[in-house]
């Protein structure tokens, strides 16, 4: 007899989740390599419980994943450093091939201070953290990711600002009772669009608030040399006073890292729990992302993100017909499609399957009720042909459920923006 089943009724919450066709399942999905050329294949097809599919549903940016000289990288440093770091960093974690990657890391934010992290989640828990344990009132996008609104919700203060509304940031920072911090993400990763990093900073400048900027879905793939949002917006990293970025994405591996003034770091690593009581990834991980920043910052960077500028393009002239108000677009690599309802977007996304298409589709509570949507992204790694093929999917499978009553009226959340969360907040 399950205990938790019954005293915590678990199973009734399962149930009721999947009448609402809300209830989540992780399919077990492999990569197949492409044999012509393995090292360009990526994450571009699938391998799934419904057969070989072509893969719309990663964040491998670059095509990375595959890439054989960050496999070779990561290949002698396992024969090199061995399989695990053994430790925490404040014990015996941090390697030399670590203290590398972070002077690189510093090269290229221009800050003293770097960390690195197991994955982006926990980097950006600890920096939440440091910030209560700090007694500063937090100014949150209210699109933030999971991580930081996690932690968020423990803040003194508060205040999550509409989307991408600088205006509304200002009205909250004007009215703050004490100092602050404003956190927010470079590229949103449910709906692909940029924070106002421009606007951002001047707030930052005018009411004395540091600002946090999570940059997972930017770094390695935006900007001239990939530096992400700070290159791609020309804003520099001079003034965000924490960067946060992933080697989860773009870079095809696992682990973030944070970079900020070495006063903050420090405090981090003498406060941290997520910091002091984790063991440190792996040092040949650290390996592949020294190689993998080599070819981000090389000629063969610069391609791979022309490419994928490319795609962006011509998948986005051919959605343009199709439902403009569920088609937002975005310059990035994350293209949504807002379907509202989540038994719709399901039937959506079986349809695709069957015609070989592999999409995310998030429901609540990833994104409001009323914003379910299918998350798209394209990758480095994928053909002119594959975007097209997925475009001529997309209207085929849209026009049958439109005429079967889909409908052409926009979701009850036009932009999930406009969204309020159901729990309380300073505002
Ligand atoms: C915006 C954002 N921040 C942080 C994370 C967490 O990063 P990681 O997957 O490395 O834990 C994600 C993950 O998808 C993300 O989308």
New binding site residues.
């Given amino acids: 007899m399950s205990l938790i089943k019954n005293i915590f009724h678990t199973g009734e919450i399962l149930k009721d989740l999947e009448k609402q066709e809300l209830l989540r399942k992780c399919p077990v999905t492999a990569r197949i390599r492409d044999n012509q050329d393995p090292g360009k294949s990526g994450s571009r097809f699938a391998m799934t419980g419904s057969g070989p599919l072509l893969n719309f549903a990663s ?1 491998d940016y670059l095509g990375l994943s595959t890439h054989p000289a960050i496999i070779r990288a990561i290949g002698e440093g396992l024969e090199k450093y061995g399989a695990g770091s053994g430790a925490s960093p404040l014990v015996t974690g941090l390697s030399p091939v670590h203290e590398e990657l972070m002077e690189r890391l510093r090269a290229i934010t221009g800050k003293e201070g770097v960390l690195l992290f197991s ?6 828990q600890a920096l939440m953290k440091a910030f209560m344990t700090l007694n500063a009132g937090l100014f949150l996008d209210r699109l ?2 999971a ?2 609104q996690d932690m968020a919700f423990y803040a003194k203060r508060l205040s999550r600002f509409r989307h991408n509304d600088a205006a509304h940031l200002e009205k909250l920072l004007r009215k703050a009772p004490g100092p602050g911090v404003i956190a927010t ?1 470079g ?3 449910m709906d692909g669009d940029q924070a106002p990093l421009k606007k951002l900073l001047s707030l930052r400048e005018q009411y004395r608030t540091p600002l946090i900027l ?1 940059d ?2 930017g770094f390695g793939v935006l900007g001239r040399q990939g530096y992400g949002s700070p290159d791609f917006q020309e804003t520099g990293f001079q003034n965000i006073d924490v960067y ?1 970025g ?4 773009a870079l095809g591996l ?3 890292f944070a970079a900020g003034d070495r006063d903050f770091t420090d405090f981090m690593v003498n406060t941290s729990r997520e910091y002091i009581y984790s063991t440190m990834a792996p040092a040949f991980l650290a390996q592949g992302a020294l190689k993998a920043l080599d070819i981000i910052e090389g000629s063969e960077g610069a391609e791979l993100r022309s490419h994928l500028k490319a795609l962006v393009s011509r998948f986005q002239n051919a959605m343009k017909s199709l439902l403009p108000e569920r088609c937002p677009g975005s310059e990035t690599a994350i293209q949504p499609i807002i379907i509202g309802d989540a038994g719709m977007l399901m039937r959506i996304a079986r349809e695709l399957k069957t015609a070989g298409i592999l999409t995310g589709s998030i429901r609540p509570p990833t994104v409001p009720r009323g914003s379910a949507r299918l998350r798209i992204t394209l990758t480095a790694a994928h053909r002119e042909e594959d975007a097209d093929f997925l475009a001529e999917k997309l209207h085929q499978v849209i026009r049958k459920l439109q005429q079967e009553g889909l409908g052409g009226q926009a979701p009850a959340e036009q932009h999930p923006g406009a969204a309020l969360s159901d729990r309380e907040e300073n505002l």
Avoid: I, P, Q
């Fill in positions: 964040n994955a982006g989640f926990s980097a950006n933030s990711h991580s930081m993400e590229v949103f990763s999570d997972a879905h946060m992933t080697f989860s994405k696992s682990g973030a």
